[in-house]
């Protein structure tokens, strides 16, 4: 959770130079018989009307394709083998051009049989993010932003070593943020009106603003989670067993 395969996907669309569509469950699922299977439908109907191509993305797609031996949900046994039909080109004019990703947290769950040639025959670990992605992420987050001048190098000695993924990163930053603005509004309201323009009041954010924060923010990953993801990924290197 947390590492930008969402992020990824939308990349993927904007370098095709094709639109992007996401679906999730919830969205898909019905209240009626059918229902479920017919909302699928209409996203490829969608999908095929882009002459240009598409990509789609199917997110939190754990919950459609779950192993069948654990999953008595009928809506969602439908739903797959819809999605299925769909993915294999059924109504394809044969010209049609899209790539379609799934995205998960739990892969453990995935059926084996969605994970063959022509369906999710590809798979891909988005991993956590090295010291170069998370200096990138700290650098995109403190744009245009105040900050003291040890902020960055004693946020990434503080997060080095732990499970902090891209978007607790973000969250982090953004939490020293508000703590800053809710300071300059404290200000504000003490001293009268702030005036903005070559005198702007503001407050940076501190190193006091990160310590508070990191020690009550939670890192998404635990070492048990890298540790099943890591198992996950062995088996598909070796054959899936």
Do not use: W
């Not at 504000?188 to 009550?216: C, P, Q």
């Amino acid at each position: 959770p947390g590492t930008g395969k969402s992020l990824i996907a939308e990349a993927i669309a904007h370098e095709l130079g094709v639109r992007y569509f996401v679906i999730t469950p919830s969205q898909i699922f019905g209240s009626y018989v059918g229902e479920s299977e017919k909302n699928v439908r209409d996203v490829f109907e969608e999908l095929r009307a882009c002459q240009d191509g598409s990509v789609l993305l199917v997110d939190e797609c754990e919950s459609i394709f779950a192993r069948r031996e654990s999953n008595t949900n009928r809506a969602a046994i439908g739903v797959a083998n819809q999605l299925l039909q769909e993915m294999n080109g059924q109504g394809d004019s044969g010209s049609s051009r899209r790539v379609i990703i799934g995205a998960t947290n739990r892969p453990q769950l995935l059926d084996e049989a969605y994970l063959r040639f022509k369906r999710f025959s590809l798979q891909y670990y988005i991993g956590m993010p090295n010291r170069e992605a998370v200096s990138r992420v700290i650098d995109l987050r403190l744009k245009d932003r105040p900050t003291d001048d040890r902020f960055k190098e004693y946020l990434m000695d503080k997060i080095e070593g732990g499970n902090y993924t891209c978007a607790d990163i973000s969250g982090i930053i953004e939490k020293c943020a508000y703590q800053a603005v809710s300071e300059c509004r404290a200000i504000k309201e003490r001293n009268g009106e702030v005036k903005f323009g070559t005198n702007t009041a503001y407050v940076n954010m501190t190193i006091k603003h990160l310590s508070d924060v990191l020690s009550t923010y939670p890192m998404s990953v635990t070492d048990e989670m890298l540790m099943e993801y890591e198992n996950f990924r062995r088996s598909r290197l070796n054959g899936g067993r």
